[in-house]
């Protein structure tokens, strides 16, 4: 792969003709702006465990387009599904079969689900679970974590610009895994606490990772419990990728309702809100609806993922991948005595790198930049997705890459201390 | 068509699953359960402007998804596109080239627009509209039609259930039509206007629909003008229906922001938001995000849709077809002396019966399952939605349906009178 250099000539040209029709260039979380120079603004396509950028770049994907791909790029089964229910129809005056098949799935799928709604995006789901929260406590106030993710609307949107205070008079914050601290923003919001909304472990960009504290997500339980309060879990980065069912099964904690999103149609565009039957009411009582939200080709692809997902012991896989990967870059690391962190599940691994210049990342930067170079597509600032596609033998062309990688941060580390 | 006779068993079998892991069985603007009994809740297939149900009943399609369909089901020049596109990726780490085409045929067709992103979902592009008009301005507050639709999140939402009072503390609202009404409304907001809304349009469901004044379109774009506000077009439902460009080109009012999806990518999912240069900075400042917002087949749907919209002079056949079913349905409506009246541009007909039990529409309700029975798909309190996909022969068919309707409800009325 990349054996003729890496080159971002049409990556360049085709960012100079979008920085006339799209503003900044970019915008999102797919804007290349903010990541290291060889990073390429555009993508070709995809294949299994493999993508190739405009310049014709392959890479080993480590990113998994930030999470929707699970399976692998163009899965067989999953494709299959979705053309033949393309042939006969996507968006129609009624949606089809398919969503009450996907719903179905969903249901017999994740353990707290009684019902499941639909929509397009992650940020929908997360903003629908708590409005249904709201519908049905009648109580206004949501928590959640300081400097977690739930998405892009303007209640929980990561930057200001446009936000008005009033978006967020409702919401109150808490300090992830620390039980007192939720307990004090909960006595602060009185009698009118709609909900805890929280991520399965806490994966906010650029922060290591942290893995959930079992007392802690138990002690959300009681709270809300104890309160009538919603306990909402944001599933929709993780979700499907460390469990087929909640992310949350795992510790044995049932909330009320889940979001979810990218992973559970492997790519095609797919949400979903999951909730337990003291929650129907409410959620029949909320209009919520997209022009596109019962269109069938990606509920046929999210049923097809469900059934591969099963199939093909996919999280073992990627548990398995995951795990070699971590253990192959945690003996690298070590051999060129680098101090280094790896956190987060195997599936969906973070690499920090020890000083790392205050959170500037100018080495985690230097590292992805190399990986890149040598063929392998990861983040400096953000979690990494393992898909199911992954064989032994990619674990070995990504090791050789973050080998090359580490090689390159420790000659930059000796020609740093010797100048 | 439908010659078999009207049944809807394998709909009601499909509705009974869904009724147990769906909310009240469905969810928004698909929801059959408040549409007359005939209606069917579940659709198996589309081809041209023909659609058949779960049952096989084969309908003439008058309401084209509720808008995406605009060049016909399954239209040859979009699936090509979409297809090849989806060979090579969909979701990827980064946007394609497709991207940055979709972007460059919206601005060269769209006569305000400088710039371009894209979304999900219509209610995505309205409320990023409002975003981005108050990170431009620094002001909170947006003027919108009282009863008008611009989406489904809780800022907008036609339904108060689990929506907060601060969710909307920063809209006001005015008349449509009535610039009075706007300048009051202005007056109210001081010196905090960021932005008005407005739909090319007034075609809030279950109400005849009344075309804009263009008085009132100028009077909106001076109020703007005076106070530095964004005049902000809702083109969600009717962009590339009435105009290959923004609806309000025709009337030859340019709004600085508009928010389109529904027909630009002839039902893939796709929304846009397009502003020009003095909002620009604005928009790159504002962090917003989807994580299937990036993907290719719908932008590669969305260009073919735009060539093929021009290729085919598709809006002078949307054109001559809504005339010819008008006329049709005029004179038809005159022979049995029935009372009705035409509302909204002919390619988005609305049709209401005079003296209809005051807004119980149930004259409507007993044409429109006239009309299904008899082969053609309407909608008894929505506009509908003409394609160009529809033929000489095809308004032929649906006249035939909408006879035997009026036929139907005539007898009706008879019986009525002479009870």
Not at 51 to 77: A, K, Q, T
């Amino acid at each position: 792969m990349n054996i003729r250099g890496h080159s971002k000539l049409k990556s360049t040209e085709l960012l100079e003709r979008a920085t006339i029709v799209v503003p900044g260039g970019m915008y999102g979380h797919q804007n290349a702006s903010s990541l290291p120079a060889p990073f390429p603004q555009f993508m070709r396509s995809g294949q299994g465990a493999r993508v190739v950028d405009v310049d014709g770049n392959e890479y080993l994907d480590l990113m998994c387009s930030y999470g929707p791909v699970v399976l692998g790029h163009h899965h067989p089964l999953v494709e299959r599904a979705a053309a033949a229910q393309a042939k006969l129809a996507d968006c129609q005056n009624a949606p089809s079969e398919r969503m009450v098949e996907m719903a179905e799935a969903m249901v017999a799928t994740v353990r707290h689900a009684d019902w499941a709604m639909f929509q397009k995006n992650g940020t929908d789901a997360t903003t629908l679970c708590c409005t249904i929260a709201r519908a049905t406590t009648g109580r206004r106030r949501i928590l959640m974590a300081e400097g977690a993710y739930h998405g892009a609307a303007p209640w929980c949107t990561p930057r200001l610009a446009g936000v008005t205070p009033e978006d967020r008079v409702n919401v109150g914050y808490f300090t992830f895994n620390d039980l007192e601290s939720v307990k004090a923003a909960v006595a602060m919001t009185g009698d009118d606490l709609a909900g805890i909304i929280v991520s399965p472990f806490r994966h906010d960009a650029g922060l290591d990772q942290e893995l959930v504290d079992v007392a802690f997500a138990r002690g959300l339980r009681n709270l809300c419990d104890e309160t009538g309060a919603a306990l909402i879990l944001d599933d929709v980065r993780c979700g499907f990728r460390l469990n087929v069912g909640s992310s949350w099964e795992l510790i044995g904690v049932a909330p009320d309702l889940s979001a979810w999103s990218k992973a559970i149609a492997n790519g095609y565009p797919l949400a979903a809100v999951l909730g337990s039957d003291r929650f129907r009411e409410g959620a029949t009582s909320v209009y919520t609806t997209g022009s596109f939200w019962f269109s069938s080709v990606a509920m046929a692809a999210g049923v097809a993922t469900i059934e591969a997902l099963r199939g093909e012991d996919a999280i073992a896989t990627m548990v398995r991948m995951g795990e070699a990967l971590r253990t192959g870059i945690a003996l690298q690391a070590e051999r060129v005595e680098i101090g280094i962190k790896q956190t987060g599940p195997v599936q969906m691994p973070y690499l920090t790198f020890d000083d790392d210049g205050r959170g500037n990342h100018l080495l985690a930067d230097f590292f992805a930049s190399k990986a890149l170079e040598n063929g392998l597509f990861i983040h400096p600032r953000h979690n990494w997705f393992v898909s199911a596609a992954m064989t032994e033998e990619d674990v070995e062309v990504a090791l050789d890459a973050t080998q090359k990688a580490f090689n390159a941060v420790s000659a930059l580390m000796r020609s740093r201390a010797t100048r």
